[in-house]
């Protein structure tokens, strides 16, 4: 069914959706008639959460407006692609609640337009065929601060490079030997303008052609020119190919198209926590570091689907966070959130205990069984229902839940103290049973008071602890997995220069109990179902491993976030010094001087850390009224608290030396749009201190600093590869140590490329091309 939004909806979430508001101007002002977008995926992985983002954009602007929105596999790189991916594709697509009708298209379908396509640019003097190595054409490209030159190759006459693109196509040379360029603007400060590539020879088995063909169109050719076959309106994707827009528009203003579509650039879906990067996704597969694409650890659609994770939630999350044009990294509590909000309301509730210990009650009969119905959902008992639970002389509850030297508060059960069995009666603990070599309590020996049975008249009888429990004779035997963050790490994709990227693996994120004890109700759980185990958290039936009478439960995600606790590293207590030895200067710790501070500037730490920033970072800004003053008009003007945080507290505080904000030559907003260029990765954070220094001498503004200054971090590795190869070069010795086993040297070469970028390189793409070209 299509639903078109009333203008005034459009208006009130323009705000969230600048593409929205772009879509609405274009029909309002008659440049489209119908709106016309595609979800474009190369099928050589799992879809994962960040096209999850981009598969609601296209299809829901579609949606909305009335439009229609196409599916086409851009699959032009025989060597990564399979008929696997391309399945799996179309079911998540359908799973997030999207259908493309009969707008299924393939990049494949055009190779023989493309192919002609690139004749017409040859026939119009615009493309040529060189005959460069792939090295060589790098070094003709030139660097960020050198253009290029042309190549010996470039002014083929127009005859000799349609022979040649002929030959390439029967399939007369070898890989490598030739590839079609097309003639841009060597001097160009866009290195994608230097004479991009257009078509290579690759003699590999296409999945769908076979091997018909044995020339390929890359990417950037054949992407720009389909949109521009199917009549696209809107061409969506995210900030990485701003870059690429130039050429987009090369190319399909240079040929004969039936369409000339616009690119339009968003920001990607980054979240802690986790990667996004398909190469690092299949690496774990590959690697045995997970059980496959759909398992439920990771990012994919399918790892989502089989944990639990609803499309309608998935959906919420995506509408929440917006499309944006500025990159930022979402926490991962506000898609856990959405992810509640929704099990919430479809998740029955049934009780399970995981680490069961047994409670026997001395006076209740031997062989007598009572039945309890329960609802199950408890606040609205007319929802869904009810179940039968049986209660007997021996009952499990969580081992958690009893404790032989109580803390201060415990609400739990302890000896002699009391709590209520959910939805049966008031227990004491009168004495335990011991593993005589081990000490371990092995069974808890209450009395129960059959006056308190819950709902009763007489029940009247009050305790502030209520456990759930379930009868050990009656109890389903059933495997339970509980699944957590893929990383302990919050950016694993930004790990620092040398070091491992898979080390901040969380060896805790799958733990599976074999022999939970369930209530027998679950027997017949089918795969596919949402259960709350009471008090423990959203858990779903695995649809694969679950046989009958056995199900096997993944916990989709906690009932609250308890990682902040997990993850927080325990302080070591100090060593016991000699009495004669001298004393080093205190160190105050974050927790004394939070101790120290008054009431109403606790509270103020205490909300800047809710919001993210470490407890050091909030406690400087709740100490300096007029700091926390700057941060806020920061925050303001760039919504990222962390990267804020870290310039005001650690750059910026240093540099006034006892000097008031208020003297600086720039404004809090100034330093927000800094913040801004780091998250964006427009500009790296070594750059970020040399454009605030700038900023304190003249109080320029800090994207004017970046362009006047040629400051963009570098990120293109066509720009990169030469400068990696000179390194490599230029260290021969250090190449052969490190083959030889010394891995420690991986900073040492990122340090130089760093050095000889003069800071700009992305520090992820380098460490990428030394490992691919170090091995």
Known sequence: MTTTRRPEEREESAAQNFIRAIISEDLEKGRHTKVVTRF??????????????????????????GGVCHLRM?????????????????????????DWGDKLFYASDYFERLYQFAVELIKKGKAYVDSLSEAEIREYRGTVNEPGKPSPYRDRSVAENLDLFERMRKGE????????????????????????????????H??????????????????????????????????????????????????????????????????????????KLLELVKGGLVRGWDDPRMPTLAGMRRRGITPESLRAFCEEIGVAKTNSTVEVEKFESCIRADLDRRAGRVMAVLRPIKVVLENYPE?????????LFPDEPSK?????????????IERDDFSLDPPDKWFRLAPGREVRLRYAYIVTCKDVVRDPATGEVTEIRCTYDPETREGAAQAGKKVKGTLHWVSAAHALRAEVRLYDRLFRDERPDLVEEGQDWKAGLNPESLVTIPNAAVEPSLASAEGGKHFQFERQGFFFVDPIDTKPGAPVFNRTVSLKDSWAKIAEPKQEAPKAKKADEAKPAVKTSPEERLGKLSPEARA???????????????IVLAEDADLRAFYEQAIAAHPGPKTVASLVVNELARKLDGKKPSALPFSGAALGELASLIDDRTITPTIAKEVLTEMLTNGEAPRAIVERKGMRQVADTSTLEPIVDKVLAESPNEVKRYKEGNTKLLGFFVGKVMKASNGKANAERVNELLLKKLG
């Open 40 to 65: 474009p995926p190369e099928p050589n992985g799992y879809l994962h959460i960040g096209h999850a983002k981009a598969i609601c954009t296209n299809f829901g602007l579609a949606r909305e407006f």
């Open 74 to 98: 851009d699959d032009t790189n025989p060597t990564t692609e399979d008929v696997e991916y391309v399945e799996n594709i179309q079911r998540d697509v359908r799973w997030l609640g999207f």
């Open 173 to 204: 040379f070898a890989e490598g030997a030739h590839v079609v360029r097309m003639k841009g603007d060597l001097a160009s400060p866009n290195m994608k303008m230097r004479d991009w590539p257009m078509y290579r020879i690759k003699r590999a």
């Open 206 to 279: 296409h999945y769908r052609t076979g091997d018909a063909w044995c020339i390929y169109p890359l990417y950037d050719f054949a992407h720009s020119l389909s949109d521009a076959i199917e009549g696209i309106t809107h061409s969506i994707c995210t900030l990485e190919f701003d870059n690429n827009r130039a050429l987009y528009d090369w190319f399909v203003e240079n040929v004969d198209v039936p369409a000339r579509p616009r690119q339009y650039e968003f920001a990607r879906l980054n979240i802690t926590y986790t990667v996004m990067s398909k190469r």
């Open 367 to 375: 062989g007598k069984v009572e039945e309890f119905e329960a609802p």
């Open 384 to 396: 869904g229902g009810t179940r039968k639970i049986p209660f007997s002389r021996e009952l499990f």
């Open 604 to 618: 103020i730490a205490e909300g800047l850390e809710s919001r993210g920033l470490s407890r050091e970072d909030a």
